[in-house]
């Protein structure tokens, strides 16, 4: 699907998630205003109130009342690929098993 087959507020959740991926957007960063961000896209403030309501949902962005809408400490884990996920499971997974076999055989060590 490329992103004129979206919808305008499909290409702003895509484009808010690319910019963590990418480390432009932080996590505790605060996006611009819904009105900012309605003339950057050249939409309508309820299209980015829909885009928003996505990323919340998504993990991505958090709310407050009154102060904006901010980047989740877990914005990057939720807005990585599957392929991405799987693999830094993967990693962790080797790295605990070595540490484990490096406890193993240094208690080999010790009780020969």
């Known amino acids: ?13 895509q484009d808010v998630k690319d910019q ?6 932080q996590s505790n960063d605060k996006l ?11 939409v309508a403030p309820g299209t980015v109130q ?4 996505d990323l919340r949902t998504e993990g991505v962005v958090y709310s407050h009342q009154g102060r904006g809408s901010f980047i989740r400490e877990a914005a ?3 807005v990585a690929d599957p ?4 693999i830094k499971r993967l990693e962790e997974q080797v790295a605990d098993l ?15």
């Open 1 to 13: 699907m490329t992103a004129e087959d979206l919808q305008p507020y499909q290409r702003i959740v």
């Open 83 to 86: 392929t991405s996920q799987a």
């Open 32 to 42: 611009p205003s819904t009105r900012e961000l309605a003339d950057h896209y050249g």
């Open 98 to 112: 070595s540490e484990r076999l490096e406890r193993l055989e240094a208690g080999d060590r010790t009780s020969s």
């Open 20 to 25: 963590v991926r990418l480390g432009r957007l």
């Open 76 to 78: 990057l884990d939720a």
């Open 50 to 53: 829909r885009a928003l309501a």
